[in-house]
Nanobody, 123 residues
Framework: QVQLVESGGGLVQAGGSLRLSCAAS????????MAWFRQAPGKEREFVAA???????NYADSVKGRFTISRDNAKNTVYLQMNSLKPEDTAVYYC?????????????????WGQGTQVTVSS
C-alpha cells in the first residue's frame, strides 16, 4: 500500500509559479511511475505529467515547456514545478503512483492517489 500526500497548492497570478510536492509512503517508491493529473471544475480529470523509475518524463501538450516533473527518491517525493501559469491551469492537482506502465497517461494505470491540492490562477 502506498499513501500519497500533496502540498504546495495555492492562489497565484497569471505568469507566476508554484511548486507542488507529493510525499509517498513505502519502501519501493523508486520503482514506481509517479504522475500528476488535474481536474478543473466541470471537467474530467486529465493527465499532466509522469516520471518513471529511470527518470524518463512525459507531459501533456498543454503544459510542455512550462511544467517540470522531478523526483527525489531519497525523500520519497515527487515534484511538479509550474511556471508561466495561466488561468486555464486552475484545477485540483492529484498525485498518482503505480507500477511501470507504457500507458502513463491513463488514470487506470495508477492504483494509488492522493487527496488533491487546489491550484488557482487569477487573471
Amino acid at each position: 500500500q502506498v499513501q500519497l500526500v500533496e502540498s504546495g497548492g495555492g492562489l497565484v497570478q497569471a505568469g507566476g509559479s508554484l511548486r507542488l510536492s507529493c510525499a509517498a509512503s513505502g519502501r519501493t517508491f523508486s520503482r514506481y511511475t509517479m504522475a500528476w493529473f488535474r481536474q478543473a471544475p466541470g471537467k474530467e480529470r486529465e493527465f499532466v505529467a509522469a516520471i518513471d523509475w529511470s527518470d524518463s518524463t512525459n507531459y501533456a501538450d498543454s503544459v510542455k515547456g512550462r511544467f517540470t516533473i522531478s523526483r527525489d527518491n531519497a525523500k520519497n517525493t515527487v515534484y511538479l514545478q509550474m511556471n508561466s501559469l495561466k488561468p486555464e491551469d486552475t484545477a485540483v492537482y492529484y498525485c498518482a503512483a503505480g507500477p511501470y506502465t507504457s500507458l502513463w497517461y491513463r488514470e487506470g494505470s495508477y492504483p494509488y492517489w492522493g487527496q488533491g491540492t487546489q491550484v488557482t490562477v487569477s487573471s
